[in-house]
């Protein structure tokens, strides 16, 4: 631990952290307009200086590591005046109507702090988009800060907003086309949260009484989220800083809420009759349920029903599913689509690993050098993991993507095999014959924890690549390059999704990619699994 002193007063805190860090930790809070803490400090505006004892001129403390015994003073007037003077220089060209008519936003808190009034008007030469279906924009009161390029480019990493300079003056409009859109934006909505002046806003949102932290339900990620309610509906939804999403969204959990009052939402029980449904009280419909399977029950027997659970349930719903089927209507013909989309995966590993259960977790995403994508598209069905899958290899992991289909990480990918559907068990023991012939396995590993290592050799003759790539639809020096890029980057971590387990051998497909990872010992370790 470090001891520094902040305006007087000591502090312990952990080395590596920024000053700001410190300050946030001490509740010495300092104004920012470039910063965000879910990106790379810039130190771009000047506003968080503070001044250390025995440095000449002060220094940003977004971009300034805490040293031991550091004085660091945050409100002398020195400081306070710089501040005012940068702020004033903002506030000459920044519209006067926005902070009256919305002075909750960060950056008219400070112009309030420091008693300036913004004298600014309407921009001729600005960017002015009104097409995106959720994202407004109002570019006459950017102030250049970048927030919203930065934020872009590191946490989604689609790469819309740019910084353009004309006539000798920044302008922040999109990279590529004419509106947001045509730049390739996918409404994630993380431009308009960290933007402190309202220049980007949310188009349908209003504003809130209540604040409720839930789980955004649409895939199995688990994003944590702020709703906004008023008045019993919702009118809003924000990022929660969780350690999965990280203050991050899609566009389905951002913005698809407004089904929860769609006026065709179906809010009471239904009873067809004649072709037609019509509306019924809980107890008419609930007697008409019981009635009907008593019936089917006396004239067909207990197997003439099936009962299906869904995954969008909880545990407890579902075994309340089962509990209905077995003991109440007594059929054992319970299912539902985890048979399919996770059970190969849970027998396979637990067959093979002793546990039904992942062997990685998000985090490793940060830590690993290389990917191996198979039957997923994360960036379409779990767009936040697919985010940060796409961000590592943006910063240099290297990936392989086996899909049948072009998919947007297929287009980053230094090896794409778009394997033949119905033949991903034959590619995945090409691979793994390549890693035992080249050499490329993980001796150690295989010698301390894996069995049946001489038998799967064995088993692996009949699979070189050369013998199955035209089967596969594949080229075999592409399987050769995939296989190599797996074992030799360490660690390497594998995602698999329906595109392998929704197959007559999808769970033979899963104990295929799991002998990939014992193969190259890419188990047990940060960054694989």
């Not at 930790?25 to 503070?50: E, F, K, T, Y």
Request: hydrophobic residues 40%.
């Amino acid at each position: 631990m470090l001891r520094v002193s902040i305006d007087g007063k000591p502090l312990e805190c952990a080395d590596g952290i920024t000053i700001l860090d410190a300050l946030r930790q001490a509740g010495a809070a300092v104004p920012q307009l470039c910063h965000d803490h879910r990106l790379a400090p810039s130190g771009a505006c000047r506003m968080c200086v503070v001044e250390i004892a025995g440095q000449p001129r002060p220094v940003a403390s977004c971009t300034t590591p805490v040293a031991h015994e550091m004085d660091i003073r945050t409100r002398t007037p020195e400081l306070e005046a710089l501040r005012r003077t940068n702020l004033e220089l903002v506030a000459g060209h920044y519209p006067a109507e926005a902070v009256a008519g919305q002075p909750g936003h960060p950056f008219h808190r400070l112009l309030a702090e420091y008693g300036l009034q913004a004298q600014g008007a309407r921009q001729a030469e600005v960017f002015r988009d009104d097409s995106h279906p959720y994202i407004g924009v109002d570019m006459d009161r950017c102030i250049q800060c970048q927030r919203c390029v930065r934020i872009c480019d590191e946490l989604q990493g689609q790469s819309v907003w740019g910084a353009w300079e004309r006539d000798g003056q920044m302008r922040i409009a999109p990279r590529r086309g004419a509106t947001l859109i045509e730049a390739g934006c996918v409404a994630c909505g993380a431009c308009v949260d960290t933007c402190p002046t309202g220049a980007l806003f949310d188009k349908r949102a209003q504003p809130a009484l209540q604040q409720t932290r839930t789980t955004c339900v649409y895939c199995g990620v688990g994003c944590q989220m702020d709703v906004g309610s008023r008045d019993g509906s919702v009118v809003q939804v924000s990022p929660a800083d969780s350690p999965v999403n990280r203050g991050h969204l899609c566009v389905k959990g951002r913005y698809a809420w407004e089904f929860a009052a769609a006026p065709d939402r179906v809010t009471t029980p239904m009873i067809r009759e004649q072709g037609a449904w019509r509306r019924a009280s809980w107890e008419e419909a609930l007697d008409f349920a019981a009635s009907r399977l008593k019936r089917i029950l006396e004239r067909d027997g207990a197997d003439a029903i099936g009962v299906l659970g869904s995954a969008r349930a909880t545990n407890e719903e579902n075994y309340l599913v089962q509990k209905l089927a077995r003991a109440v209507l007594g059929t054992n013909n319970v299912d539902s689509c985890a048979r399919v989309c996770h059970t190969p995966t849970a027998k396979a590993m637990k067959d093979m690993l002793g546990t039904g259960a992942a062997t990685n977790a998000f985090d490793d995403i940060e830590r690993t050098a290389a990917f191996l994508i198979v039957g997923c598209n994360p960036t379409e069905n779990h767009p936040i993991v697919g985010a940060r899958i796409r961000q590592a290899v943006l910063k240099g992991a290297r990936l392989v993507v086996i899909d049948p289909r072009r998919t947007e990480l297929a287009a980053l990918a230094d090896v794409h095999l778009a394997v033949r559907p119905g033949h991903n068990v034959p590619l995945f023991n090409a691979i793994a014959a390549t890693i035992l012939e080249e050499g490329l396995g993980d001796r150690d590993f295989l010698d301390r924890r894996v069995e049946g290592l001489e038998a799967f050799a064995v088993l692996l003759r009949d699979y070189a690549p050369e013998r199955v790539a035209e089967s596969c639809g594949l080229a075999a020096a592409d399987i050769r390059a995939a296989a190599r890029i797996y074992a030799d980057a360490k660690p390497a971590m594998c995602f698999h999704g329906l595109g392998v387990t929704e197959h007559l051998q999808g769970t033979e497909g899963v104990m295929a990619l799991i002998n990939l990872a014992l193969l190259t010992g890419n188990l047990g370790v940060p960054g694989a699994g």
